[in-house]
């Protein structure tokens, strides 16, 4: 049993060989599609991992004010409020904002670090901002504060390029000069991170949250994460679904493609079934032909798309997935590939494949002998 | 939520599994009302040329659906981190109406397409297609449940909202809770644990008997019913020891009895070797105790007790297999149910 698949397999493989150009631009295009689809995938789960692993360290719960249903800075006096809630561990207030750069075109995030601030006057900054305006360790930088007034800013860090996903445009300034800057007066914050100890309570906490401090809005680490992974799963599946364009054309070549077997070919399954072989044995023979096609393709495919996608950091797809951003990061993703992911690649190209290319066959494969070689000869 | 990857290719799937059986449908009909081996009419040559066609489109469909069961349990799996309230695949599955009834019809054409796939291979050992009724008849049969499955699949996947809150496990499967669920988690866990051992038991020998007596031309006869009866016992007991006692061992909390859980990383990714055992040994075990009986078809008198032993000895292997899984999980867990 086993033996005869195997020479079912020798003898396919020999045929394939020698129709070597034919099958080669198969091979081509079904290994384009894969990987294009398998980037896709592979990008879009790498990103939500890299979301996942960032938030892991974010504050359980954010608490922003809402004024007239939008976002305002916070005052002072809200923190004592909220440190008198059971449950919160530690409650500490942050400053940080955008501000658009008119000379780069980019929107910068500015941000007060909690500990070790930068002295007044100097600025730590990301590579992105650093590459888009041309700035080194030791040169000055001055953008207009909220005056209008220039701040000038001496640069005295870049950041770890380990960190660019995140850092990318990022400033680190003292308070002072980001009061002044963005125009925060003194006494009010951007928004309050909360740690709350036991993590089965952080819905409790927000509501109570809610009842002390009628205008604000907690927002919950967790409800940031399905957030992140909702949106990156969504483009994934755009993407995937510009691709299912390209899949449904694939499906229209391959048929044509078995269904339009050459006189050769034709030749070849009547010679095979006058020594004997049975309608089964060359379906059998044809589907082998199918998987040997499929399966170097998709490997060929999957392996070019790993290394687009962790080496060479997707450069075909970051515009659709990473977001429309001016800096973008230079970073690369941690290598990982789902077992499962690899199963919905295959359920999308090679079932599929096989499926259209089966009917077509078992056409030529049932023809009788004598007519298929008559109508090869005329 | 239809636009996430592995659910598009479930619809992809789904999609083909159903217009492959729709097309063999009335293919299937004109087989069981016109065949006639004897005839050579037109139409029988016809018949006798498309079946080889519909045998191989089948496989293939049917062998989708076996992809398509682990991929729907994994998307089920990996949508819980996207539904407020989810926290594993029973989230997900009970956020709509249609989850669960979906994933009960994916498991039943898993094993209706196992043994369609049995009857397939032994009608194409025999010279006269001595089976070929037979199994368009159950094909026909299949076909409405695909169907089913499909619509049920899109419903549930077009209903996933993240604003829908669901209730997960906790909830599904505690013991205080009402419907099957609870009532199977409730089960105390010592006669659970002896229905799932002594269940085991009986089907781990009538495989082994048959491997045994078949493998040597033996005659296997009555023992197929007998086999295929406790291949599904088995299944029903394991399914529900899963539930009762052997997931709170794995978890090490006695409250929590979530079948799905197992699939986390977090508990060593354990239930897909334990389920894709579970399920494929009872496969195989249903394809032997459909395939012994037909011995005493004489062009099967050779072919029938040979692949009756072969299954039957991958049942033996893959359940075997099973049940030592699920006795190193118990006897590893730091947990004691019994003082």
């Known amino acids: 049993m086993l033996a005869r698949q195997r020479y079912l397999l020798d003898y396919t493989l020999a045929a394939l060989l020698r129709r070597k150009g034919r099958h080669l631009s198969l091979l081509l295009v079904y290994g384009a599609l894969v990987f294009a689809l398998a980037s896709v995938l592979l990008f879009g789960s790498a990103l939500r991992r890299e979301a996942r692993a960032l938030l892991q360290d974010a504050p359980e719960l954010t608490v922003q004010r809402l004024v007239a249903g939008r976002h305002d800075p916070i005052p002072a006096a809200y923190l004592a409020e909220v440190r008198k809630i059971r449950g919160v561990a530690a409650a500490e207030p942050r400053l940080w904002g955008y501000y658009y750069d008119p000379a780069s075109g980019a929107n910068y995030t500015v941000l007060v670090p909690a500990t070790d601030p930068p002295p007044a006057g100097s600025a730590r900054v990301g590579r992105g901002v650093a590459r888009s305006r041309g700035l080194a360790v030791g040169d000055v930088v001055a953008f207009r504060d909220a005056r209008a007034e220039p701040l000038p800013l001496r640069v005295t860090h870049l950041l770890d390029p380990a960190s660019e996903l995140l850092t990318a445009d990022l400033f680190l300034v003292a308070e002072g000069d980001f009061r002044r800057w963005l125009g925060v007066p003194e006494g009010l914050y951007t928004d309050l991170a909360l740690r709350v100890r036991n993590g089965r309570e952080v819905r409790t906490v927000a509501d109570k949250v809610t009842r002390a401090l009628p205008d604000t809005r907690p927002v919950l680490r967790e409800e940031v994460a399905r957030t992140y992974d909702a949106v990156f799963a969504w483009r994934e599946g755009v993407g995937l679904l510009l691709l299912c364009a390209a899949l449904f054309a694939f499906a229209i070549f391959a048929w044509d493609r078995a269904s339009g077997l050459s006189a050769e070919e034709r030749r070849e399954i009547g010679v095979l079934k006058a020594v004997g072989w049975d309608t089964g044995d060359v379906l059998r023979m044809k589907l082998w032909e199918g998987a040997v096609v499929s399966l170097t393709a998709f490997l060929l495919g999957y392996v070019l798309a790993y290394a687009h996608v962790f080496w060479a950091g997707a450069p075909l797809l970051a515009p659709l997935l990473k977001g429309w951003a001016t800096l973008y990061p230079e970073f690369r993703l941690v290598p990982h590939v789902e077992p499962a992911g690899v199963l919905a690649l295959f359920a999308l190209t090679v079932v599929p494949y096989t499926a259209v290319t089966l009917v077509p066959t078992w056409r030529a494969a049932v023809a009788d002998p004598d007519a298929v070689m008559r109508g090869a000869q005329e | ?339």
């Open chain 2, 1 to 339: 939520m239809l636009l996430h990857p592995p659910v598009l290719a479930l619809l992809v799937v789904s999609s083909l599994v159903t217009a492959g059986l729709a097309l063999g449908v009335p293919f299937a009909l004109r087989v069981v009302r016109h065949w006639d081996l004897a005839s050579g009419s037109e139409r029988q040559v016809r018949l006798e040329r498309g079946t080889s066609l519909v045998s191989a489109v089948l496989g293939l469909v049917l062998a989708a659906q076996a992809l398509s069961l682990g991929l729907f349990v994994f998307a089920a799996e990996s949508l819980s981190s996207q539904i407020t309230g989810a926290m594993c695949a029973t989230g997900t599955l009970n956020a709509t109406p249609f989850g669960f009834p979906a994933l009960g019809l994916k498991v039943a054409l898993f094993f209706g397409a196992a043994v369609w796939l049995a009857l397939d291979r032994l009608d194409r050992d025999g010279d006269d297609y001595p089976l070929v009724r037979g199994k368009y008849a159950l094909l026909v049969g299949l076909a409405p449940l695909a169907a089913a499955e499909a619509l049920l699949q899109f419903l549930h996947f077009a209903g996933l909202s993240p604003e829908v809150i669901t209730s997960c496990c906790g909830s599904l499967f505690s013991v205080e809770g009402a419907g099957v669920a609870a009532e199977v988690a409730g089960l105390p866990p010592g006669p659970a644990m002896a229905a799932f051992y002594l269940s085991g038991a009986l089907v781990l020998a009538l495989a082994a008997r048959t491997w045994w007596t078949a493998g040597r031309g033996g005659a296997v006869l009555g023992a197929g019913a007998a086999l295929g009866a406790a291949a599904v016992t088995a299944f029903a007991a394991a399914l529900a020891g899963v539930v009762s006692f052997l997931s709170v061992y794995v978890y090490e909390s006695p409250h929590h009895h979530c079948p799905f859980c197992l699939l986390k990383g977090g508990y060593d990714y354990l239930g897909y070797p334990l389920y894709s055992a579970l399920f494929a040994g009872t496969a195989c075990a249903l394809a032997a105790a459909v395939s012994g009986p037909f011995a005493r078809v004489r062009s099967l008198a050779l072919a029938a007790p040979r692949r009756a032993a072969r299954c039957a000895g991958w049942a033996s292997v893959l359940l075997g297999a099973f049940y030592l899984l699920s006795t190193w999980a118990v006897l590893r867990s730091h947990l004691g149910l019994f003082p």
